[in-house]
């Protein structure tokens, strides 16, 4: 074991240090993987800097770093990490040490669940994934679509704007131009969209820490805001320009479905779901676009944006929408048959029913050594469904990131067939395909096998 991690696991020998007594508080104290983590330290030597490592017994890692302001306190904050060395359910201390050595704190932090995105039912076969030698699909050739480019879907200040048919890639930051601002007059929220809007309950802090006790709360109706060279106000009080705080909280009734979230944003945001962080953009900078997609299960989701502001001008606003269900697929296309990189092709499928033989699925796509992705919605009426795969060479299926059949070896694939029960709803569909060399071809599809009743 090194002698760093050593020395944070062992039980220090107390120093004495007049009238200091440091201290930590986390919040919260419990949680599961991906949640974030705020922690706020007291009587702690002035300058001094501080780590802040999560451990278990047997390992120690340095998850933030603070320094400790003339008061002897410090803030600072990070996602608890989603890896399964640190996600599984139990007891972890946190534990915060000066460079020094000379003063530590620790805390106990407990994992309650894995992290997940939504709730999955789980997919169960009715039928083990066996070959069919008596029924052999003819692969039928194809030709090659044209390129298409996917639209981006630009939202607007409406709570539901009509969806293109094709998502957007999520995760996506794109530079704007800076607003022109309101001369200083306070930003007022864009009215709600028809439906039912309770509100957000904000917290404003004097400082771009979300440190000590607000300055005020107060109800907002909606997140667009534009202050400009001025700052957020309430009947008592007002926040300083440059940098403030805030945290919004609401619980939102969603319909069950694939959503897009998208925050403007100029310093620093983190927008969570059920206390998990989806959008991280904590950072100084101009303003920006920064989107996240999500499948959220009907039902009431609590929703969480934080937002710091350092130096004017301030700007933030969040909205969602629904994404519609697509017929085609958005196939991604790698130069490798590991379906690593950047992609080399990406377009709309209509289906996946491909026989390109010793040919190429795409000019900028070698006609050896290459993988394909595609990805879909559909939505099943409820009741058992055959699928069919076949591929040369090797192909695999995920319904809701549950493996469904697998043939995901190098060599020509027979068609396989599964039957599973699928409820009536919307689900997550990704085949993965590759070619090492020879004839490529791939083929699935699905019939409805039996309805609910049978």
Partial sequence: MPDRVRNILMTPTPVPIAQLDPQIVIDPPSGWAGVFVQV??????PGESVSLHLADGNEALLVATAQVDASGRFATDFVYPLNERWGRPGSYMITAVTGSERQRSATG???TAPATETPTPTITPFVTSTPLPTFTPTFTPTPTPTDTPIPTNTPTSTATPTPTDTPTPTSTEQPLAIPTTRDGALARPTPPAPGPVQGWLGAYWD??????????IRQDAELDFDWGASSPES?????PPDSFSV???R??????????????????ARLFINEQVVIDAWRDGELRTVTVERTLDGGPHRLRLDYYNQTTPARIRLLWEPLAVSEHWRGTYFANPALQGIPVVERIDPAID???RVGSPDPGVPPDGFSVTWERQATFTPGRYRLTLAADNGARVWIDNNLVIDLWRPRLQRPHTVEIYLAGRTYDLKVEYYELDGDAAVYFGWELAAGPGN
């Fill in 207 to 216: 400082n771009s820490a979300l440190f000590g006790a607000p300055a005020f």
């Fill in 235 to 239: 009947i008592t009080a007002q926040l």
């Fill in 40 to 45: 706020i330290g007291t009587g702690w030597e």
């Fill in 354 to 356: 491909f026989d390109w």
């Fill in 109 to 111: 932090f407990v994992v």
């Fill in 251 to 268: 619980t939102v009734d969603f319909a069950p479905g694939r959503y897009r979230f998208t925050i403007e944003v100029t310093d620093g």
């Fill in 247 to 249: 945290r919004w909280v």
